[in-house]
Every structure is written in C-alpha cells, then in structure tokens.
C-alpha cells in the first residue's frame, strides 16, 4: 500500500515540468490557458473517482478497486506517449490522458481505508505519516526522474513497428507505466486482506472470507458522527487549499518582489520546493514520535498556528516598494502579462513582445497591477522564513487529519469516507490557483495573504468549537 501511494503521487508529478513544451509541440493551436486545464484534470480525475473506488473497496476485496485503478494509470500513461500521433486535436488527447492518470490516482481512498482498517488506534498514527511520507516522497523524486530523462533530448529513439517515440516527454509516462504493471504484479503476489478494530482485535469485514469465531462484527461497533466527519472534510480542504495557494504564488510572487527573471524564479523555488519536500519527509517521521506524547489535536492546533503564522509574516511591512516596470511606459507601452502565464516556467512561455529597444527580459512588479505602486516590498527573509514554517505546518496538519478522521469513523469500512476526504483534497487543489490568480491579480499579496489568515482562524475557531461540542457529549453520557 505504501509502494501503491508512492506511485499515485510519482504520477502526477513526473510529467508537470514537461507538460507544457510537449504540448507546444504536439498541438501549436495551444495556449497557456489550455495548460491549466491539462493540470487540473488530474485532480478533477481524481476527485471523482476517489468516492467511486473508496464504495467499491467497501463491498468487494480491495484487490479490485486496487488492480482495476492501477490498469487505467498504466493504460493513461501509454495514452499520453501517444498523443503526438493523431493529425488534430492532439490536446484533447492530452487532457484525456492526464485526467485519466488522476482518476486512476483515485485509489489513494482504497489505500487510506485499508491502512485504518488494518491498524489499531496506537499503531494509526505511524501508519498514515508513513503513508503521507511516501506520498510526499513521490512529489519529490517525479521531477528527478524527469530531470534525468531529459538527457534523452526531443528526438529520443523510436520504435517504428509499433510507432512508440521514447523521448524526454514520453520516457517518464514510459517508466510510469512499467512501475504500474510491477504494482499489480505486486497487488496479486503480496497483497493480503487485514481488518482489526480499534483495540487491534480481528474482526469479520466484507473484503475476505474467515470463520466467524474468530472475529468481532465490525458492524456492530457504533455510529459515525456526522458532524465531525463534515468538520474534517472541511479542515483537510482548507489544509490542502491554503497549501495550494502556496505552491502557485510562488513564482509570480519573487519576480515581482525580487525582480528575478523567470529562469531565476523557476530555479530558485524549484531548490526551494525540494527543500519543503525533504522537510515534510522529516516531519512525518517525527510526527509518529511527538503524537504519542502530546495526542493527535494538539499537534493539529500547533500545525494550523504554524501555517498562520507562516503566512501573517508574508504579509508586506514597511515602506519600501518593489522595483517597478517602468520602461514600457516611457515607451507608451504597457507589457501585456498573462497570470497564467507567471505560473509556467520561463521555458515553457511565449515569447512577451517588446519593443525594438528592448535586448532583455523586462523585471520588476509590472504596472499592469495597480498594487505594485503601493503594496510594500515582502523582503527574502520574510519569503524564507515563510517557506519553512509552511513545509514545517503543512505535513503535521495533513497527516493528522487523515489520522483524526479514520479515528472518527471507527472500525467501519472507510472507502466511502476516505473517498470523500481525497475528493475534498482534489477540489481544494482545483479551486486555490484559481482563488489565488483573482486575488493577486487585481489586489495584490496584502489581501491575498490576510484573507488566507481569515480562513485558517475561522477553521480553528471552528474546529475548536467542534472538539468542545464532542468533549461535552462524552461528558453527559
């Protein structure tokens, strides 16, 4: 399960540096808006399989949500190696594919409802913070893997009897799909239904056949509550939103501070994101420690004050203001920058027409967003420190969330419910460029980061007031 999770994650981070100028490539009727979609599809993919496969695991062995997923991730990626062979419309293809590869990302429930169903409460902790490491581990190595296939160049080698190109664009999907077919290899030969309840007893469930003695009805242990389900829905939503708002305003946000070209802003957040990454991988591991001293809330709570403060310190101080875009309007001319397009690396952009006088990439805050004349300037060290308290945040907040609700829910089968949550995680992914591209845009990083400090104090408030409200239930009875 842990190798399954990796693999989810590896796919869609494999492709996401080259998406773009395979794209330019096989398709030159697209754009940069068209781009969005293509990395949208895969959490919409993913958030409406995740309750799909999440009730089929309830009622069947997991076996086969498991294989039936991982055979459509294989069966995307070798859709997206061939996407450059139809005459038109090759981008739809693309779309296809990627959207594919996340709803077959869909069995990331399966995987969550197994391990809480698998482990007792003192063993769930560890359980889902190496499940999160591994995941975040799959983030971090996708780019390597592509960086390293990107020696293979544009033209690659190709296999003409059955028209497959191997090329820096198609090797990752290429060795996607062979970690596929080696997981369900791997599903078939090692994958063993597991079901305890909560004291880490055996206990019957639907997925295997056992004889009754032996087991507890796990049917017949409560009911769910409702009201906290819906609360850490809405908690791991916020989590993964405000992460996402994080992850996309990051590079228009140091070119407009800092002046930095779009190749420096793509290298430097690139070491920068590694860096989150590497943190969050030891900040799982420590987690399984630090929970069992201090319990799962309080290291939630601590999660959410760090993630606020992390972004209460990107909030502009001071007087000085950033450099500003001023030769184009002593030449009547205002460049024209797409937000999207501050998103996308420096190579995978068209070219800004200039004009003649102009040898080098302009940089600066641009005037085309009126707040650059007077939003103060967000100094490195703020932008720093920032980072760590975020990639120190992030990883406590999404593993215990994911720990709380299996607790929640009970020795029940989970699919369903995990199938929600991931669906939750995938619309946040969906709906954070989005919040932050209108926000930034038009009025600048002051309102953008204080409405994000509003959300996280409101989910606290309403999370603690959701913990007092259970504490005071288990009191009367």
């Not at 390597?144 to 190109?165: A, H, N, P, R, Y």
């Not at 004349?373 to 990639?391: F, K, N, R, V």
Request: charged share 10%; proline share 5%; hydrophobic share 45%.
């Amino acid at each position: 399960m842990y190798l399954t999770m990796f693999l989810s994650s590896v796919g869609f981070s494999i492709v996401i540096m080259s998406v773009w100028p395979y794209l330019q490539k096989i398709d030159l009727t697209a754009d940069a808006s068209f781009l969005g979609w293509i990395i949208s599809s895969y959490s919409l993919g993913q958030m409406i399989a995740s309750p799909l496969f999440g009730l089929w695991s309830n009622y069947r062995p997991r076996r086969e949500p498991l294989v039936v997923s991982t055979a459509i991730s294989v069966a995307a990626n070798c859709l997206y190696a061939y996407v450059h062979l139809p005459t038109s419309h090759n981008k739809y293809y693309m779309l296809v594919a990627r959207a594919l590869v996340g709803f077959g990302a869909g069995n990331v429930a399966v995987v969550r409802s197994y391990i809480a169903g698998a482990t007792s409460l003192t063993e769930r902790t560890s359980a889902m913070a190496n499940t999160s490491a591994c995941q975040a581990t799959g983030f971090i190595l996708g780019p390597v893997f592509q960086t390293c296939f990107s020696l293979i160049g544009e033209k690659g080698v190709t296999w003409e009897i059955i028209d497959l190109q191997v090329n820096m664009f198609t090797a990752p999907v290429l060795l996607g799909a062979f970690l596929g077919v080696i997981n369900i290899i791997l599903i078939f030969a090692i994958f063993r239904e597991h079901q305890v309840d909560d004291m880490g007893r055996p206990c019957k469930s639907i997925n295997f056949e056992a004889e009754e003695s032996d087991y507890v009805d796990q049917d017949a242990q409560g009911n769910i509550d409702q009201v906290a389900v819906v609360a850490t829905n809405i908690l791991f939503f916020v989590i993964l939103f405000v992460f996402a708002v994080f992850e996309t305003i990051a590079t228009p946000l140091t070119m407009d501070m800092y002046s930095w070209t779009r190749k420096e802003a793509v290298f430097y957040n690139g070491i920068i994101l590694g860096a989150i990454g590497i943190e969050s991988v030891i900040v799982f591991m420590v987690v399984k420690v630090v929970s069992k001293q201090t319990g799962e809330r309080a290291i939630l709570y601590g999660g959410l004050l760090i993630i606020l403060v992390g972004f209460f310190i990107l909030l502009p101080w001071g007087k000085q203001l950033p450099n500003i875009q001023w030769e184009d309007i002593k030449n009547n001319s205002v460049p024209r920058i797409i937000f999207s397009e501050m998103f996308t690396p420096f190579w995978k952009l068209q070219t800004t027409q200039l004009p003649s006088n102009h040898t080098v990439e302009p940089t600066g805050c641009s005037v085309v967003q009126p707040w650059c004349l007077y939003t103060p300037l967000i100094h490195l060290a703020q932008y720093i420190t920032s980072d760590i308290l975020i990639g120190l945040g992030y990883p406590v907040c999404n593993v215990m969330s994911y720990t709380l609700y299996s607790k929640i829910l009970g020795p029940k089968p989970q699919g369903v419910y995990m199938g929600w949550l991931t669906a939750s995680g995938s619309g946040a992914r969906i709906l954070g460029p989005v919040f932050v591209s209108q926000i930034y845009t038009h009025l600048g990083p002051r309102w953008a980061f204080s409405l994000i400090c509003g959300i996280i104090m409101l989910l606290g408030v309403m999370k603690i007031f959701q913990d007092k409200k259970v504490s005071c239930n288990v009191t009367g009875r």
